[in-house]
């Protein structure tokens, strides 16, 4: 079992930004994917971000590459989305997960058995 637990969400207005951490702990999360998903309200859970513990691979959903960057602190056990540039459509809960996911499979919420509690993100215009 994986122990995710988010931080760092708030109020922002547009354009600003706003860093997320994820600190993670349990057995074998080394070898797993670490994603970010976020949740607006009336809305299905979608994929932010995610990253290889395992060697760092990232990726990113079209809708916020080149504004939010995901990366791994191997020594803290943490994950962080550096959030920039961000918009009031970035508003929701952002939720971190783990799974021993394929890359292909990585987007997909259902995939993933491992979640934090959520942070919200709100972004005023």
């Known amino acids: 079992q994986v122990q995710l637990v988010e931080s760092g969400g708030g109020l922002v207005q547009a354009g600003g930004s706003l860093r997320l951490s994820c600190a993670v702990s349990g057995r074998t999360f080394r070898t797993y994917i670490m994603g970010w998903f976020r949740q607006a309200p009336g809305k299905e859970r979608e994929f932010a971000a995610a990253i290889a513990w395992t060697g760092g691979a990232t990726y990113y959903a079209d809708s916020v590459k080149g504004r939010f960057t995901i990366s791994k602190d191997n020594a803290n056990n943490t994950v962080t989305l550096q959030m920039n540039s961000l918009k009031p459509e970035d508003t929701a809960v952002y939720y971190c997960?783990?799974?021993?996911?394929?890359?292909?499979?990585?987007?997909?919420?259902?995939?993933?058995?491992?979640w934090g509690q959520g942070t919200q993100v709100t972004v005023s215009s």
């Open positions: 997960a783990a799974a021993p996911v394929p890359i292909s499979s990585l987007r997909l919420s259902s995939r993933y058995n491992n």
